[in-house]
């Protein structure tokens, strides 16, 4: 029996409800347009913003002068010349408006004599990142934009609602198609405007920081749909991702602030700090870019100089326990309950896939290439460069969403919608409803993993042409032949079955990219470092752009976006 979808209509579809997707939300609804905002998860709980323990970069000088043409100058140094500059710059200049923002709605960030309190952290040159105790940052960001949103008239909600496909009509965006993870109901969106917020891609490697959702959807339905992707080969790797022993129900990359603000030492398995020798000044200071500490590791664990479980010490055994409690605050008890006495012994980290630099390419109203469709946030590529600086993640996904809804809201025209336009995602729907048996499908779990480790083996932090072209291989395979063996497995409760179809393409397509991308930059920059082209090539100093043409995917590059301001000022101005 063919189903009848489920249709709605709204001026705005925002997809994902994190940081960026909740504040694009409330701009478009401030902006008079009825919003639809959706997740695959529950509302502001589904990525990787309520995860976000540390701290976010802005420059509001509360603490020691600055400006944000300085932030701007640590956002592009950083960037190692890729990043687009018009964004990076709207990023640096409209932080301080949503932070402040943000404290008006009450997000509490955390203060000094009556001042925002501003932490140092590794590459920006003066004390700039605001902070919610105790690691605390991300769950007031996303419960002060939740709270904010109810209290927003014209936001409808909706959780548990994945989006699969977008829906296009004359090359202009006109709604998605989406699955109900619970009745297993298909749902058509007719939109005058879409936003994808769904956040970033690094579940698609086996060490990371990720939720379950941050698996490149929005990537791959922009792609898919027909928008230009930018700098896809730059996954950032965050270098102390927790490794030993145990720790339960905490972030992972939870020791940075701990690191730069009490000195905590990073050593090898001998004991012996290392990062100097890798170019880098960090012993005393702590403030090595996360690139090259990444790598250092790396190498370490190479040469045999690794901690027992294939990582690198972080000590901070030089403290005593009144500045470890003074410093660390009710996380310390957190830590005994997982068995760590800082005191007593070192932990191990190791580095782990943390954010993903590249994305949807926007202009600076959060517009795609394709009308009707905007990006923000971590979907979003491009304003960071080859390399993010700490604490840009959240300043990005803020501001951009600030952007995207109140742009968006302003292009609405009256949602048109024709089922015909949609029918090809309804069809992909319907048919893994009642899929052809096959005894011999794959199993989801093993492609996923499988997927996973080819990616961190061959598509990591240090890549060769080699490694890079068995992966595409080896993906271009599972693409052909393995996704469309799939099948959901019978009697699952709810529609996991087929979300995870949906997960394994999105999967599939954004890992391709990656590695195409990967492989085409035959140098080392940023976060993009090939053991077989280890120098940067300045000649290669230009952006590179994916699409989705009918004989496959093409790349091709692009000068990167400058803007005309004086250099020279930038590193002087405070
Ligand atoms: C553990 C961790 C700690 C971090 N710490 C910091 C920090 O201290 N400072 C900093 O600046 N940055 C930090 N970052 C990075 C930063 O948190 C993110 O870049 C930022 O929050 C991304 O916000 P977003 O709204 O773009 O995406 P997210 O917050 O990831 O939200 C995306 C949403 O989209 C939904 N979604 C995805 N696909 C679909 C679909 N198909 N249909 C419907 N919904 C969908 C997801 O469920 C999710 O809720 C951290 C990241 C992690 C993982």
């Not at 694009?24 to 709980?45: E, F, Y």
């Not at 896809?232 to 990359?253: K, N, S, T, W, Y």
């Not at 604490?391 to 995207?404: K, Q, S």
């Not at 959901?488 to 979300?499: H, N």
Request: proline letters at 4%.
């Amino acid at each position: 029996m063919n189903e009848i979808p489920i249709h709605l209509e709204t001026d705005v579809l925002v997809v994902g409800a994190g940081g960026a997707g909740m504040y694009a939300a409330i701009a478009a609804a401030r902006n008079g347009a009825r919003v639809l905002l959706v997740d695959k998860s529950l509302i502001s709980r589904g990525g990787a913003t309520i995860m976000a323990q540390m701290t976010v970069a802005v420059a509001v000088g509360e603490q020691e002068p600055d400006h944000w043409t300085h932030h701007l100058a640590d956002t592009l140094a950083a960037g190692r010349g890729l990043c687009d500059e018009e964004l990076a710059a709207i990023l640096c200049r409209e932080g301080p408006d949503r932070i402040r923002e943000m404290d008006e709605w009450g997000v509490h960030w955390t203060r000094e004599d009556g001042h925002l309190k501003q932490v140092m952290a590794p590459g920006h040159d003066v004390a700039r990142c605001v902070f919610v105790d105790f690691l605390n940052t991300g769950p007031a960001v996303a419960r002060t934009l939740r709270t904010r949103i109810a209290r927003t008239d014209g936001i409808t909600r909706v959780s548990g609602l994945s989006v699969t496909s977008l829906v296009k009509h004359s090359g202009r965006v006109t709604g998605a198609v989406a699955l109900d993870l619970e009745e297993g109901r298909t749902v058509t969106i007719a939109a005058g405007a879409v936003v994808l917020a769904g956040g970033g891609l690094t579940r698609l490697y086996r060490r990371n920081s990720a939720s379950v959702n941050m698996g490149g959807d929005s990537y791959a339905m922009a792609l898919a749909a027909g928008a230009d992707l930018i700098d896809m080969e730059f996954v950032q790797f965050f270098p102390i991702g927790h490794l030993a022993p145990r720790l339960v129900g905490m972030d992972p990359i939870m020791w940075d602030p701990f690191r730069y603000k009490l000195g905590g030492r990073l050593l090898n398995g001998n004991k012996e700090e290392f990062i100097e020798r890798y170019g880098a000044s960090d012993s005393g200071t702590y403030t090595a870019p996360r690139d090259v500490t990444s790598y250092a590791i790396v190498k370490e664990v190479e040469a045999g100089r690794a901690s027992p479980n294939g990582g690198a010490y972080l000590s901070f055994e030089h403290l005593d326990e009144a500045t470890l409690r003074d410093a660390f605050g009710p996380v310390i008890d957190r830590l005994a309950n997982n068995g760590i006495d800082l005191t007593k012994g070192p932990i191990e980290d190791a580095p782990i896939a943390h954010y993903h630099m590249g994305g949807i390419r926007v202009n600076a109203s959060m517009e795609t290439t394709l009308p009707g469709l905007y990006a923000a946030g971590e979907a979003v590529g491009g304003a960071n460069g080859a390399n993010r600086l700490s604490g840009n993640a959240i300043t990005e996904a803020l501001v951009f969403g600030e952007r995207a809804g109140r742009f968006a809201a302003k292009s609405v025209s009256a949602p048109s919608w024709d089922t015909a336009w949609a029918q090809r995602g309804i069809d992909e729907i319907r048919t893994l409803k009642s899929p052809p048996r096959d005894n011999n499908s794959p199993v989801f779990g093993e492609l996923f993993s499988e997927l996973q480790n080819l990616m961190w083996d061959k598509v990591g932090l240090l890549r060769t042409g080699e490694k890079l072209q068995q992966a595409l291989t080896r993906i271009q395979g599972m693409i052909a032949h393995d996704l469309p063996a799939l099948r959901p497995q019978d009697g699952k409760a709810f529609a996991v079955g087929i979300q995870e179809w949906f997960d394994l393409r999105a999967a599939l397509a954004t890992a391709e990219t990656i590695t195409r991308a990967a492989l085409n930059r035959t140098e080392s920059r940023g976060a993009h470092q090939r053991e077989d082209m280890p120098d940067t090539d300045e000649s290669q100093t230009h952006n590179q752009i994916v699409r989705q043409e009918d004989a496959g995917l093409a790349i091709e590059t692009a000068a990167v976006r400058h803007i005309e301001f004086d250099r020279a000022a930038l590193e002087t101005a405070v």
